[in-house]
């Protein structure tokens, strides 16, 4: 029997809700088919939103969507996706399959959609080929409520007041898509372009410097050397998992081997090492923690399915998916103090994706309903708790988070193993053990995944499975599975 000790009174950080964060570019069917079909679709909408991928996102509470990129940031003209849709430019998406962009979806349909579903916009401006007035007039065109040329403009084109506007990115991958820059040529333009983003009024930007790629330390020293807290209130960080680190072969989305699927977890756990070093390099420059870590893209990186666009980026999602996702939601929190953000790639038919669409057609990922179960630890405090460990090929079989909110303590557990099920006995300190309700996301077999056809194969269910004896929680939790449990 494995222990996990609570100590329910020990508070050690707040879990901003932003941590459960989504990213949506234009790449593939992620923006257009997923997430826009347009008004004159058959598929039902509401202004062009397809109404079934919008309620999903509802029910999950999305706390935070980044837009527009991703690489694709780095190539936005934000004029040619306003007024006039017949009139919008027509372009060529250049680094995602090389299709049209009819920019039919631009500032007013993202900005709309963030507040239909309150949800925080993140906008990702162009710092790599966009100029300095280009980003300023975009931030005084949303945020700005007064007269003058953007406001006006804006208003001419719908909208009358600005929306606001919190998180504002300056430039995606700036060491690669995004300009291929050296750290501190970056840091300059990253100076110069912040400084024309004005807070309008009562808006107040949070803005983003665009950190390292994974293992960069090279780049966040460099970085933070520049840049100060009073106009930088956080930076980024990409990590992707990636089988083996093999680029060229990253091993199909389902069809992989018990080895593939450990080392998978191994990969993904290398996160808490590159977040740990990168928060140690930040806090030799900023000792009082003033700048935040946001990971703005993670997730897993597989094969593009067989017979889909290479640059789509399209991939099915299976347990292996759900195991990976609670797995980082556990680093994240339990980094907390200073993981100000994290946001999942993508939201909606791209990489390890929460929805995936086909048509009419539209099913919830295991992944979807990690991020279901892990709803509970938003705005919460994470308290201290420790388990016992276990791993395997260098990968742990289990992870845990606790959090208080409200009068109630919520624990997700994650059983990470193949082949065993785990009894784990819990012991909380200053909270006591009297109504327990819990959840399970489990499966048969790693590979399962939902279809078009069959939906509803990985799905929530109620969890039995325990006792409350002594005071304590005793869990019987099946192999391949992750459970949250509410306790009162
Ligand atoms: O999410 C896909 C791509 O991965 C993004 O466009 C880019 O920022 C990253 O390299």
Same mark, same amino acid.
């Given at each position: 029997?494995?222990?996990?000790?609570?100590?329910?009174?020990?508070?050690?950080?707040?879990?901003?809700?932003?941590?459960?964060? &989504?990213?949506?570019?234009?790449?593939?069917?992620?923006?257009?088919?997923?997430?826009? +079909?347009?008004?004159?679709?058959?598929?039902?909408?509401?202004?062009?939103?397809?109404?079934?991928?919008?309620?999903?996102?509802?029910?999950?509470?999305?706390?935070?969507?980044?837009?527009?990129?991703?690489?694709?940031?780095?190539?936005?003209?934000?004029?040619?996706?306003?007024?006039?849709?017949?009139?919008?430019?027509?372009? +060529?998406?250049? &680094?995602?399959?090389?299709?049209?962009?009819?920019?039919?979806?631009?500032?007013?349909?993202?900005?709309?959609?963030?507040?239909?579903?309150?949800?925080?916009?993140?906008?990702?401006?162009?710092?790599?080929?966009?100029?300095?007035?280009?980003?300023?007039?975009?931030?005084?065109?949303?945020?700005?409520?007064?007269?003058?040329?953007?406001?006006?403009?804006?208003?001419?084109?719908?909208?009358?007041?600005?929306?606001?506007?919190?998180?504002?990115?300056?430039?995606?991958?700036?060491?690669?898509?995004?300009?291929?820059?050296?750290?501190?040529?970056?840091?300059?333009?990253?100076?110069?372009?912040?400084?024309?983003?004005?807070?309008?009024?009562?808006?107040?930007?949070?803005?983003?410097?665009?950190?390292?790629?994974?293992?960069?330390?090279?780049?966040?020293?460099?970085?933070?050397?520049?840049?100060?807290?009073?106009?930088?209130?956080?930076?980024?960080?990409?990590?992707?998992?990636?089988?083996?680190?093999?680029?060229?072969?990253?091993?199909? @989305?389902?069809?992989?081997?018990?080895?593939?699927?450990?080392?998978?977890?191994?990969?993904?756990?290398?996160?808490?090492?590159?977040?740990?070093?990168?928060?140690?390099?930040?806090?030799?420059?900023?000792?009082?923690?003033?700048?935040?870590?946001?990971? =703005?893209?993670?997730?897993?990186?597989?094969?593009?399915?067989?017979?889909?666009?290479?640059?789509?980026?399209?991939?099915?999602?299976?347990?292996?998916?759900?195991?990976?996702?609670?797995?980082?939601?556990?680093?994240?929190?339990?980094?907390?103090?200073?993981? +100000?953000?994290?946001?999942?790639?993508?939201?909606?038919?791209?990489?390890?994706?929460?929805?995936?669409?086909?048509?009419?057609?539209?099913?919830?990922?295991?992944?979807?309903?990690?991020?279901?179960?892990?709803?509970?630890?938003?705005?919460?405090?994470?308290?201290?708790?420790?388990?016992?460990?276990?791993?395997?090929?260098?990968?742990?079989?289990?992870?845990?988070?606790?959090?208080?909110?409200?009068?109630?303590?919520?624990?997700?557990?994650?059983?990470?193993?193949?082949?065993?099920?785990?009894?784990?006995?819990?012991?909380?300190?200053?909270?006591?053990?009297?109504?327990?309700?819990?959840?399970?996301?489990?499966?048969?077999?790693?590979?399962?995944?939902?279809?078009? =056809?069959?939906?509803?194969?990985?799905?929530?269910?109620?969890?039995?499975?325990?006792?409350?004896?002594?005071?304590?929680?005793?869990?019987?939790?099946?192999?391949?599975? +992750?459970? @949250?449990?509410?306790?009162?």
């Amino acid at each position: 029997m494995k222990q996990l000790f609570i100590d329910a009174g020990n508070k050690q950080s707040h879990i901003s809700k932003n941590i459960f964060g &989504h990213f949506s570019e234009h790449l593939g069917r992620c923006i257009y088919e997923g997430i826009y +079909v347009g008004e004159n679709s058959k598929i039902p909408n509401k202004n062009g939103i397809r109404t079934d991928v919008f309620e999903a996102l509802k029910a999950l509470e999305v706390p935070v969507l980044r837009w527009p990129g991703g690489c694709f940031a780095d190539t936005y003209h934000w004029m040619d996706g306003i007024g006039e849709k017949s009139q919008r430019k027509k372009l +060529v998406n250049v &680094h995602w399959g090389g299709v049209t962009e009819d920019n039919s979806f631009g500032t007013h349909e993202f900005m709309n959609l963030c507040e239909e579903l309150g949800c925080e916009p993140y906008v990702a401006g162009n710092l790599g080929s966009g100029t300095v007035q280009e980003m300023a007039q975009w931030v005084e065109y949303m945020t700005f409520g007064g007269i003058s040329p953007m406001a006006d403009l804006r208003r001419k084109n719908g909208r009358e007041k600005p929306w606001k506007l919190k998180y504002f990115g300056i430039g995606n991958e700036n060491w690669g898509c995004g300009g291929n820059m050296r750290p501190q040529y970056y840091a300059d333009l990253y100076n110069q372009y912040q400084s024309f983003c004005r807070d309008y009024g009562d808006n107040q930007l949070f803005k983003v410097a665009c950190g390292p790629n994974a293992m960069d330390y090279n780049w966040t020293d460099e970085l933070l050397k520049t840049v100060r807290p009073w106009h930088t209130k956080a930076i980024s960080l990409h990590y992707y998992t990636v089988p083996y680190g093999n680029w060229e072969h990253k091993g199909d @989305a389902v069809d992989f081997t018990d080895e593939e699927y450990y080392e998978t977890l191994r990969a993904a756990m290398q996160m808490e090492e590159i977040v740990t070093r990168h928060l140690e390099i930040m806090s030799r420059h900023d000792p009082k923690h003033e700048i935040g870590l946001i990971v =703005d893209e993670w997730g897993n990186w597989f094969d593009v399915e067989k017979g889909t666009n290479p640059g789509f980026l399209y991939q099915q999602n299976t347990m292996r998916d759900a195991v990976t996702a609670a797995l980082n939601l556990d680093i994240f929190i339990s980094h907390s103090d200073r993981i +100000v953000m994290a946001n999942i790639a993508q939201v909606v038919n791209v990489l390890q994706s929460v929805i995936l669409t086909e048509g009419e057609r539209m099913t919830k990922t295991p992944t979807y309903h990690v991020f279901d179960l892990y709803r509970r630890h938003m705005e919460g405090d994470r308290v201290y708790s420790t388990c016992d460990s276990v791993s395997y090929e260098n990968a742990p079989m289990l992870s845990h988070s606790a959090s208080v909110k409200d009068g109630k303590l919520s624990l997700t557990v994650t059983n990470a193993s193949l082949t065993d099920a785990q009894e784990i006995e819990v012991s909380v300190k200053d909270f006591a053990v009297n109504k327990v309700k819990a959840e399970i996301l489990t499966a048969p077999d790693v590979r399962e995944h939902n279809t078009f =056809d069959s939906p509803e194969t990985v799905k929530l269910a109620d969890f039995t499975d325990y006792e409350i004896s002594g005071g304590k929680l005793k869990i019987k939790l099946p192999k391949c599975s +992750v459970a @949250a449990f509410t306790i009162e």
